[in-house]
């Protein structure tokens, strides 16, 4: 996912609200363990839910789910690889 498309969603929230409620679906982490990439997404009510392999990526989002103001799953990286090709998964242990 490109860091300058996560950085114009936060910019257009911070300004007007909205989008709000998305979705997040990667099938590996994203970001530095900072401030760049999910982290864009790390406000309260810009994000509803992140699926992905690795939520440690995004220190903003991994704040939002522990504080039960985000859904968040984390599966592996093979299942979330699967997942997005078709679903249920192809893989019986995912």
């Known amino acids: 996912m490109p860091e300058a498309l996560l950085a114009a969603v936060e910019r257009r929230f911070i300004a007007e609200g909205k989008p709000q409620g998305l979705t997040s679906v990667s099938v590996v982490g994203v970001g530095d363990r900072a401030a760049l990439g999910a982290s864009h997404l790390a ?18 989002l991994v704040r939002l789910a522990a504080e039960n103001k985000i859904e968040a799953y984390t599966f592996l990286k093979a299942c979330c690889r699967s997942s997005c090709a078709t679903w249920p998964p192809a893989d019986p242990d995912c």
């Open 43 to 60: 406000h309260e009510g810009l994000l509803k839910r992140a699926i992905t392999s690795a939520l440690v990526d995004s220190p903003g």
